[in-house]
């Protein structure tokens, strides 16, 4: 039975329309994940969480058989858990419903809310399963913190403050999470590509910093 709610999607009909690029379906509910976790309040490290969930699961098992967006609510319920930032199924079901169907009313503690927190709790088990619940990760987050700390020190005060680089690499980072770099590449080396893209965007360019001659990207 658990298997059969996750695969029929009775609750989401509709929403996934018979797109030839799965890239282009995964995009969208990544970009899903990270604007109903935004409005759950989550931080960047959990959102970061749900959607490598979502990926990972998504590496062995297809769009055909499983509903994208269930995977995709019970990746977020997940990650709350596994980040220490608890969430309660029913604002998962608020937040999502609201945001899958923004011209109809909230859901009613009927059945059919008890069906849909009946299969996200389920899909959850299958998840962990099929991930053989290692759903702990490396982000890169602390890995650019540290790199900005780093850059601030060696550029110009005035030129750091005027530029939005901090911003905007951040902001690279969790539009990173749309696609599946989180899966083929070391946090860090994701870490050091948002920042030089930030600094490429602004025109910003690092000189010296380090005897050996290096770039300061190499270095990092």
């Known amino acids: 039975m658990e298997t059969e709610t996750v695969h029929k999607g009775e609750h989401f009909k509709g929403l996934v329309s018979a797109e030839p690029d799965p890239a282009k379906?995964?995009?969208?509910?990544?970009r899903f994940i990270i604007e109903a976790g935004i409005k759950l309040g989550m931080h960047s490290v959990p959102i970061a969480t749900a959607c490598t969930i979502y990926h990972r699961f998504f590496q062995t098992c297809t769009l055909e058989v499983y509903e994208p967006y269930l995977v995709a609510m019970s990746a977020i319920y997940l990650a709350g858990k596994v980040e220490e930032q608890h969430l309660r199924t029913r604002d998962?079901?608020?937040?999502?419903?609201?945001?899958l169907n923004s011209k109809s009313d909230p859901l009613e503690l009927d059945t059919h809310f008890w069906d849909l927190r009946d299969?996200?709790?389920?899909?959850?088990?299958l998840v962990l399963r099929v991930l053989n619940f290692q759903v702990s990760f490396q982000h890169p987050h602390k890995f650019l913190l540290h790199y900005?700390?780093?850059?601030?020190?060696?550029?110009?005060r005035h030129a750091w403050?005027?530029?939005p680089i901090t911003?905007?690499?951040?902001?690279?980072?969790?539009?990173s999470y749309h696609g599946t770099l989180c899966l083929r590449y070391p946090p860090q080396h994701i870490a050091v590509a948002?920042?030089?893209?930030?600094?490429?965007?602004?025109?910003?360019d690092v000189l010296g910093g380090t005897e050996s001659g290096k770039r300061?990207?190499?270095?990092?």
């Open 25 to 30: 379906t995964h995009f969208r509910v990544c």
């Open 92 to 99: 998962i079901i608020n937040v999502c419903h609201r945001y």
């Open 119 to 125: 299969s996200i709790v389920q899909c959850e088990l």
């Open 148 to 156: 900005l700390i780093s850059l601030k020190n060696l550029m110009n």
């Open 161 to 163: 403050a005027r530029t």
């Open 167 to 175: 911003v905007t690499a951040w902001a690279l980072l969790r539009d």
């Open 194 to 204: 948002v920042l030089y893209l930030a600094l490429q965007t602004y025109g910003v």
């Open 216 to 220: 300061w990207w190499q270095v990092m």
